[in-house]
């Protein structure tokens, strides 16, 4: 075995009794080593034994610095650069090829674009090998059913549905009116690229929006023709079905984040369902963005690629501003037709009624449009920041914030009688006393959604409150006189629509610390009222100026995005640059950054500390040298790797959360 520079080769295992393979003896592969000064090719001899299993993208075991290790295949070469002994591969691990041509240059283009490992990114993309997966037979597709699209109310859509049929890398950002089944127009989509022949791969946050798409797919093209790819399905059944894409059995397949690399031949079309949400952003190494993995892909492939959501991010945003993808619009008389009647609780009109509308929790408004919809007949939405009973207290008398005596970690309730206890040690409080007045009474600063719904059950008796939240999450709701108060992203579907949706403490939302904020408020807004009918009330718990709150009265995302990237821009802030978060003890970052060959423009931010004893430090390059940035963190990083450095360091490019 070698490297092309053989310094940091491992001892070879012994040759004897072995004959390598006569055509192409030699196997390229990537070793299962997660360390960046080994994030290189290795040459192995093929036994003869093993000529017809060790096959460009199979899966092999090879012995390495004494261990056995797993380790993939990429190509099989006449000779090697490497002027000593080889090492045999020790054996096959099964007969199916898990790496294509297409997905091994994607996992490379990941990992160099976010500094990581290929084989870190091998592992989000190709799940761990069963064998009796491999033995299983899929059955016979259904019949193709027959189906009609009708995309005339959007702008652009009939001609982007064309250019998929026709093979165009098309690239979209689809602005979704409230109301429309967005699954179900996905669904139209792949099957657009399935009846030209073509495959698809469609990503969505979470496995309820999975369970939609699933079924609007199994609608649109019929039983056998689409996989769904899911963590949740076990590992066994996760590999039978991507063992049906990577055999070609299927052509589309919809999941989460980890279905960005899903192995589909000639794929047609790359659909993405709210790329805000944070579930895209992968939390394991090299914490790569489902949304950004999809727009390489469909760089490196051709293929069409639609970014489809209520609201719009930044992102997709600067991808319409640099003519790299064109918007998908409603059209705006469609769009009055089927939009709720937006109403902040702190507009003009209402405080003129209701002076003490800006400080209630639920002012008049609130209850008057709840009371309306019940008796209609129809469900109110509720949808609540903050999960739990009470998630934050603080002194009654001073509002100094309750804090742990043991850890200093908040202090919350769990009932309107329990003590309160710690949110990090989970040690209880019954004796708290406030350190800067001396007073032992507590009072609520955020109220959350087990106490929303007491208060609501206690002001509607006799209505059903359902909620949605943590691990108790509905699909959907019945189409009945209720109330449903769910955190966001909870909120179930309700056949033929809410009647009304109150949208509580919107401070809550727009106050977080966090550069994507207002965006984010947006978004959960946006998402939660697009499940009520058209024309019907929605209440807004925040203020009528500010720019979210317009943005949902106009229903207008994409002017929000325009601005959001426009003041983005003045202050240098991503996506308009590209940054760097390195998180490590303050000796571990100031090796690496002393070996850092720092990238023309490079401004450092920080550092600051972080945890007990950590310290996190921001990098930051104009856009056009983010892979000079990523380049040089994965360098230093092989150089902390090779000297076997003891202190951990934590690279992540484009982070979600700055501050």
Not at 484 to 513: H, K
Not at 586 to 592: G, K, P, R, V
Not at 602 to 613: A, S, Y
């Amino acid at each position: 075995m070698t490297t092309r520079r053989p310094a940091a080769r491992p001892a070879a295992a012994p040759t004897a009794g072995r004959e390598p393979a006569e055509r192409d003896p030699v196997a390229r592969l990537h070793v299962d080593v997660p360390l960046p000064h080994l994030d290189r090719l290795f040459d192995y001899l093929v036994p003869a034994t093993l000529d017809a299993e060790v096959t460009a993208g199979s899966r092999v075991r090879v012995r390495f610095a004494g261990r056995l290790v797993d380790a993939f295949v990429l190509e099989r070469v006449a000779r090697t650069e490497h002027e000593g002994t080889l090492a045999f591969v020790e054996r096959a691990v099964g007969t199916e090829p898990v790496l294509t041509a297409e997905t091994t240059a994607l996992f490379r283009a990941v990992a160099e674009r976010w500094a990581g490992n290929v084989v870190d990114v091998v592992r989000l993309g190709v799940p761990s090998r069963h064998a009796r997966a491999e033995t299983s037979t899929p059955k016979p597709p259904g019949a193709l059913p027959e189906l009609a699209t009708d995309l005339s109310g959007y702008r652009a859509g009939p001609s982007f549905h064309a250019a998929v049929a026709e093979g165009r890398a098309a690239r979209a950002v689809w602005t979704m009116r409230p109301g429309d089944d967005w699954p179900a127009r996905l669904a139209e989509a792949a099957r657009v690229a399935h009846d030209a022949g073509r495959g698809a791969v469609l990503v969505v946050p979470d496995a309820r929006d999975l369970a939609r798409v699933d079924a609007a797919l199994t609608a649109a093209l019929g039983t056998g023709r689409h996989v769904a790819l899911s963590a949740d399905l076990g590992p066994a059944e996760r590999y039978r079905r991507w063992l049906a894409l990577r055999r070609g059995v299927v052509r589309v397949a919809v999941g989460t984040r980890a279905a960005a690399y899903a192995p589909v031949a000639d794929v047609g079309l790359l659909a993405i369902w709210d790329d805000g949400d944070d579930l895209h952003a992968e939390p394991r190494a090299p914490y790569p963005h489902a949304r950004d993995v999809l727009v390489l892909r469909s760089a490196l492939t051709g293929s069409a690629l639609v970014l489809a959501a209520h609201a719009r991010t930044a992102e997709a945003q600067q991808l319409l501003e640099n003519g790299w993808a064109h918007e998908i619009v409603a059209e705006r008389g469609v769009l009055r037709a089927s939009a709720p009647r937006v109403r902040a609780v702190a507009d003009d009109v209402e405080l003129a009624r209701d002076p003490a509308a800006a400080a209630a929790r639920l002012p008049t408004l609130a209850w008057r449009t709840t009371r309306e919809s019940l008796a209609a007949g129809h469900a109110v939405l509720v949808q609540v920041p903050r999960g739990g009973y009470v998630p934050s207290l603080a002194c009654a008398r001073d509002r100094t914030p309750a804090r742990c005596p043991v850890c200093s970690g908040p202090l919350a309730a769990a009932s309107e009688r329990s003590a309160p206890v710690c949110r990090w040690c989970a040690r209880a409080a019954p004796g708290w006393t406030c350190p800067t007045c001396g007073g032992q009474r507590l009072r609520a600063t955020v109220v959350g959604s087990a106490r929303t719904a007491e208060e609501l059950g206690r002001a509607f008796p006799g209505v059903p409150i359902r909620s949605s939240g943590g691990d108790h999450v509905l699909a959907d709701v019945g189409d009945e006189a209720a109330v449903v108060v769910a955190t966001p992203g909870a909120e179930p579907v309700c056949g033929g629509g809410y009647g009304a949706a109150l949208l509580l403490d919107g401070w809550a939302l727009l106050s977080r610390p966090d550069l994507r904020a207002g965006e984010e408020t947006l978004r959960r807004w946006a998402n939660a009222a697009a499940l009520v009918r058209p024309g019907a009330p929605v209440i807004v718990g925040a203020d009528a100026g500010v720019p979210a709150v317009q943005a949902l009265v106009r229903w207008d995302p994409g002017g929000f995005a325009a601005r959001e990237l426009s003041e983005r821009a003045e202050l240098d802030f991503p996506p308009v640059s590209r940054m760097a978060s390195v998180t490590g003890p303050a000796a571990a970052l100031s090796e690496l950054t002393s070996a850092l060959h720092a990238p023309e423009g490079l401004q450092t931010i920080g550092p600051v500390p972080v945890g007990h004893d950590g310290q996190r430090l921001l990098l930051r390059v104009p856009r056009a040298a983010g892979a000079d940035l990523a380049h040089a963190l994965k360098t230093a990083a092989a150089g902390r790797s090779a000297r076997r450095s003891a202190d951990p360091v934590r690279i992540q490019l484009d982070p979600l959360e700055l501050l």
